[in-house]
């Protein structure tokens, strides 16, 4: 795609990577232009499609950016649950008042985004085009979740008292039984983070709108809205 753009009057490419490209946390908080370690074939082709970008603005000034969302949520996402998959039955259970159990310590961390912040970050960076141009940027929230402290939290969203139990990594596997989730949920804790959004906040002014409660309690609510768990169940 890029060899075809370069003769062209292109003014701006705006290349959506992810978070997936840092794969393993070294140090907090990651910064976008800190040694990544992609866990997966997803986030590595993302990392080299990153490199092979930003390689082209240094070397031929091709106007291109990079914007790098965490776990796209708001309403009508299927968004990453307290347990960092995407079973429905874990809000169920919670809704219920019944126990939900967590692996290891519950201190891995997920950092959901609402989509209209992403949204943002893509929109700011057309509007401030020479600021970001040959740069990467995140598109999170403020703050990132423990997976402890998001389950508490939907604890209380349901009005239900908390019951949490936590396993080794090895028993939450025997325990939960579907590969699939197991799978997921690999991937999302071993790249646990907390992801700085300081250069977009420097550069063009991002500024989240909502704060992360907000975006996982609004994503909530319309799939109890819209009878997500009644499908869930069936």
């Keep these: 795609m890029t ?5 062209t009057n292109l ?4 290349f959506c990577s992810s978070i997936w490209a840092h794969g393993k946390a070294t ?13 997966d074939e997803y986030g590595l082709q993302k990392a080299k499609s990153e490199e092979y970008l930003h390689h082209l603005y240094r070397q031929e000034s091709f106007p291109e950016t990079v914007i790098m969302p965490g776990q796209i949520s708001g309403p009508g996402w299927v968004i990453m649950n307290p347990v960092a998959n995407h079973d429905y039955m874990v809000f169920i259970k919670i809704a219920r008042g019944e126990e939900i159990a967590l692996p290891n310590f519950g201190m891995e961390t997920l950092h959901h985004v609402h989509a209209d912040d992403v949204a943002q970050v893509f929109f ?4 401030h085009r020479k600021a970001a ?13 423990t997976l402890l402290g998001y389950a508490q939290a939907m604890y209380r969203y349901f009005k239900q008292e908390e019951r949490i139990k936590f396993l ?3 028993e939450w596997c025997e325990y939960t039984n579907n590969p699939d989730y197991i799978d997921r949920r690999y991937y999302h804790i071993a790249g646990s983070g907390n992801f700085s959004i300081e ?3 420097r550069l063009f ?4 709108r909502f704060t992360l409660l907000e975006t996982i309690e609004e994503s909530v609510a319309y799939m109890v809205e819209n009878n997500w768990f009644d499908s869930a169940k069936k």
Excluded: C, M, R, T
């Excluded at 002014?205 to 989240?208: A, Q």
């Design 3 to 7: 060899e075809a753009l370069k003769n």
């Design 11 to 14: 003014s701006h490419y705006v």
């Design 27 to 39: 140090i907090f908080p990651i910064v976008e232009d800190q040694p990544k370690f992609p866990l």
């Design 124 to 127: 700011n960076a057309i509007n």
């Design 133 to 145: 141009l040959g740069e990467s940027f995140h598109a999170v929230g403020e703050e990132s979740i």
């Design 168 to 170: 080794s990594w090895n």
């Design 199 to 201: 250069k977009g906040k």
């Design 205 to 208: 002014g991002y500024k989240p």
